[in-house]
């Protein structure tokens, strides 16, 4: 067996940080050493420092790991650093990881717009990673030392969204506008503190601070063309389409349901059929690299008229997989459909090791 990559998770005691360690025990390309939080978890074991909440049990490897300070010289024997830190406090950390040299894949929203950063949904855009192949390969070809940098993961909601839009572009052209009307799980939320239960039980909240925004705006990041020097993204103009997001927690545990209507640019609009048989026939670049963790089925076309549903579609692919259901007309714009993704797998954590897989398979890192 080839010696496996060392990998590090920051935030590792968080609701992205414990999914991390979910999937990355027994990985074959990664093996997980060092695990970073607070100092008020810093020195403890993670199994004392965490308060576990997933319905999979600790892995044993994990438990008996001090978590570290997040210092880059505690992770300086990584080759891959996952983050799931706290956004008010990722900032100032991933940027001394960058700058140390350390390659850093990242769930939190601090760096996601800028342009030479890939904002990337494995299953979607992981073409844009050239950015940083670039930056690596040019670095090698001058005999200099491999570039620390940051690939950031989308916000979870946009993940979900973006997914069935890239094989309907791909295929039938520009989508000219959008809407999407999300109901987004409690995990998405996080566990410090995390929703109240008094607040979201016999409820639904409508509304989740900057989440709108981040969906309107990611979007464009991730569907816009790379630069012809691959230095970074070019964004999609509000011309060239229009997002409209409104966000609401529900009571679901994991897994964000969005409602989307969409019209296409170019007419005639393609048919029911040729919109379900191109979801269908979409195979992501991660699952032909041979990525472990590529998703088989990228989308799960669901034809019965109730699904797709969090409890029953959102394990589709181990997480992977985003499931697309009650697709039909709509009498304002072409198509309506609802989406259902796993938010801290494929929306979070589950992105975040798929694309170190494909930054190995590359030999990026
Ligand atoms: N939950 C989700 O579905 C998604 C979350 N994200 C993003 O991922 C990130 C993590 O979210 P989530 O897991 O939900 O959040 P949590 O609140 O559950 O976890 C936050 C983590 O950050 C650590 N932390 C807090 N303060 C500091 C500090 N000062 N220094 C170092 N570490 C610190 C915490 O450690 P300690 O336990 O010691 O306090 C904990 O490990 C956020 O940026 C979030 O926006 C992105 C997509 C989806
Ligand atoms: N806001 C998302 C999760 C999240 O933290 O997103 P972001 O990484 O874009 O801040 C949710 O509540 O479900």
């Known amino acids: 067996m080839t010696q496996r990559k060392i990998a590090g998770v920051l935030g590792a005691t968080g609701s992205v940080g414990q999914r991390f360690i979910l999937l990355l025990s027994n990985h074959p390309t990664f093996e997980l050493k060092v695990l970073g939080a607070s100092s008020r978890s810093a020195g403890k074991k993670y199994v004392d420092a965490t308060n576990w909440k997933q319905t999979d049990l600790m892995p044993v490897s994990a438990e008996n790991i001090i978590v570290?300070?997040?210092?880059?010289?505690?992770?300086?024997?990584?080759?891959?650093?996952?983050?799931?830190?706290?956004?008010?406090?990722?900032?100032?950390?991933?940027?001394?990881?960058?700058?140390?040299?350390?390659?850093?894949?990242?769930?939190?929203?601090?760096?996601?717009?800028?342009?030479?950063?890939?904002?990337?949904?494995?299953?979607?855009?992981?073409?844009?990673?050239?950015?940083?192949?670039?930056?690596?390969?040019?670095?090698?070809?001058?005999?200099?030392?491999?570039?620390?940098?940051?690939?950031?993961?989308?916000?979870?909601?946009?993940?979900?969204?973006?997914?069935?839009?890239?094989?309907?572009?791909?295929?039938?052209?520009p989508i000219d506008m959008l809407t999407t009307t999300t109901l987004q799980a409690i995990s998405g939320a996080g566990f410090s503190p995390g929703v109240p239960g008094i607040d979201i039980l016999d409820n639904v909240i409508p509304y989740i601070g900057g989440e709108e925004d981040k969906m309107e705006w990611e979007t464009k990041k991730i569907l816009g063309p790379l630069a012809e020097d691959k230095s970074h993204v070019q964004l999609l103009t509000p011309d060239e389409i229009k997002v409209s997001a409104q966000c609401n927690r529900v009571a679901v545990s994991d897994g964000h349901t969005e409602c989307i209507s969409l019209r296409f640019k170019n007419r005639p609009a393609p048919s029911v059929e040729d919109v379900k048989q191109t979801l269908r026939d979409y195979v992501c670049d991660a699952y032909k690299l041979g990525c472990h963790s590529a998703p088989k089925q990228t989308i799960h076309v669901l034809d019965q008229n109730d699904r797709p549903q969090p409890r029953l579609d959102r394990n589709r692919d181990a997480g992977y997989g985003v499931s697309v259901g009650r697709i039909r007309e709509d009498p304002v714009l072409d198509f309506k459909m609802v989406v259902l993704s796993h938010n801290t797998i494929i929306g979070a954590a589950g992105s975040g090791v798929l694309i170190a897989e494909i930054l190995a398979a590359k030999n990026i890192i």
């Open 68 to 173: 570290s300070e997040c210092s880059a010289e505690a992770f300086k024997d990584c080759d891959i650093v996952f983050s799931g830190l706290d956004a008010d406090y990722a900032g100032p950390i991933e940027k001394e990881f960058r700058e140390a040299g350390l390659a850093v894949v990242s769930n939190a929203k601090n760096y996601r717009r800028e342009p030479e950063v890939p904002l990337v949904v494995p299953i979607v855009n992981p073409e844009h990673l050239e950015i940083v192949e670039t930056a690596v390969s040019k670095a090698k070809a001058e005999g200099k030392a491999k570039p620390g940098f940051i690939v950031c993961i989308s916000n979870c909601s946009t993940a979900g969204l973006v997914a069935p839009l890239k094989p309907l572009v791909d295929k039938f052209g």
